[in-house]
């Protein structure tokens, strides 16, 4: 038997989902121009606690051909599909005449050298694919999901009036999501979602989705309790649409028992996704990672 060598590399992202609200139908082109927008901001960065600082320093567009995708990719109707390679800097916030990164220049300084906590500043590098609106973060980042949202929806209140033009959540652990479908009976169901912008999915997110998007609602929160003795129904559109959509586009909890009769609550607020991308050793790793993502949300 020959020995068959492994022709990849597998590489986890945290997924954040960044939809503004528009009526335009190139989302490619209305992205792109919010990550562009967003990098020519002078000086301007996100406070991350009270001693840390995080800034956009780099961005860089690689348009990939269609045809270098791969006919499975023919339906798709862009010619070329964007993908950016990003860097944060986090840096230390130090008074004037000590700062270790310069917002204006967008340069690092090296901070005082004998400091305990070296070194002052940090390159984070991420990936951003304006077709379907999701940064990629790379697991254990030196910034975490939580401080990325928090950069992009203050950065966002810089370009839109307010958060009711937006929405960013962070996708939220498929695997801890799926085990409330194996609950004896599920008894309270907590949803707080927004609605996509033309993800796929199957015909009960769709049917949330849609109720949504025709309603003009920004957001959706609900609580829904089963009758006495009463499980509510898993597969109802409502719920299981509900259930479905929390998974890329807000957060859960759920309260029910399990075949022991015990009680059991899974709330997905701080667990998240983790997306493993397969990144092939003899092709560009671009291609590799707007493969994996154009199958997962838009093929």
């Known amino acids: 038997m020959s020995l068959i060598k492994k022709n990849y590399t597998e590489e986890q992202f945290n997924i954040i989902n960044i939809k503004i609200h528009s009526k335009e139908e190139n989302k490619q082109a209305l992205y792109s121009q919010m990550i562009n927008q967003i ?6 960065y996100a406070k991350i606690g009270n001693k840390n600082g995080l800034v956009l320093k780099k961005i860089f567009k690689n348009p990939i051909s269609k045809s270098l995708l791969g006919s499975e990719f023919d339906e798709l109707k862009h010619k070329s599909y964007e993908i950016y390679e990003c860097e944060f800097i986090k840096y230390k916030i130090e008074d004037e005449k000590d700062k270790h990164y310069d917002t204006k220049l967008k340069e690092i300084k090296p901070g005082n050298p004998n ?42 209140l810089k370009i839109y009036e307010s958060e009711r033009y937006f929405n960013i959540d962070i996708a939220k652990s498929v695997d801890e999501i799926e085990k409330i479908f194996s609950f004896k009976t599920l008894d309270k169901l907590q949803l707080e979602i927004s609605y996509t912008n033309d993800d796929l999915g199957d015909d ?94 838009r093929l």
Request: zero cysteines.
């Open 39 to 44: 990098f020519n901001f002078t000086d301007f």
């Open 204 to 297: 009960e997110k769709l049917f949330m989705d849609a109720l949504l998007k025709e309603s003009n609602v920004n957001k959706y929160k609900a609580e829904f309790d089963s009758e006495k003795k009463e499980s509510l129904n898993l597969d109802s559109k409502l719920i299981k649409g509900g259930i479905e959509l929390s998974k890329e586009n807000g957060t859960l909890k759920a309260t029910g028992t399990n075949s022991f009769d015990n009680k059991v609550v899974i709330n997905t607020k701080n667990e998240f996704e983790n997306f493993k991308i397969k990144v092939k050793k003899e092709i560009n790793p671009l291609i590799s990672i707007l493969q994996d993502s154009l199958k997962k949300w």
């Open 115 to 156: 400091a305990v906590v070296k070194p002052n500043a940090y390159e984070i590098s991420f990936y951003f694919i304006p077709a379907i609106h999701r940064i990629l973060l790379p697991i254990n980042s030196k910034a975490t999901p939580k401080q990325v949202e928090l950069f992009f929806n203050e950065a966002l």
